[in-house]
């Protein structure tokens, strides 16, 4: 699945490049997109307290710079590690243009929010993972 996005000034810095840590709050917003696609709603999640999906990874390797009015395309791709946890990686390239401009990761971590413990992923995610959006 991919997601398309304009690098607004709020996203960049002083000299119009992308602020790394902008970047990779825009890969969580194609992560959001890619659930809402196949059909999964964050609302539920966020209001049942049985549940939560930390990030307790993240990583992002620029390859060419990405400047304020560029159009971007990100691929998120998921990638199952265990019944508690999976990755998410991005592609990220300009849609004008098939190079590379970055590549991220996350991995998300299934836990129970009261006992701080993992537990087994949603079926809803793990029906996402089998997909291979």
């Not at 992308?18 to 997109?33: G, K, N, T």
């Not at 999640?45 to 390797?61: G, M, N, Q, R, T």
């Not at 019944?83 to 590549?103: N, Q």
């Amino acid at each position: 699945m991919f997601y398309d996005r304009t690098i607004r000034l709020a996203d960049t810095d002083a000299a119009g490049v992308i602020y790394f840590a902008s970047l990779l709050s825009i890969c969580h917003e194609a992560y959001e997109a890619c659930l809402e696609k196949t059909g999964i709603s964050l609302q539920p999640f966020l209001k049942d307290a049985s549940c939560a999906i930390p990030i307790v990874h993240a990583e992002i390797d620029f390859q060419r710079p990405i400047y304020y009015g560029d159009q971007i395309r990100i691929t998120v791709t998921p990638q199952f590690l265990s019944e508690t946890e999976f990755e998410s990686e991005y592609l990220i390239t300009k849609i004008s243009e098939p190079e590379t401009f970055a590549l991220a990761k996350t991995r998300h971590v299934c836990i129970d929010p009261q006992k701080r413990r993992r537990m087994p992923l949603p079926t809803s995610i793990m029906a996402w993972l089998d997909t291979k959006n």
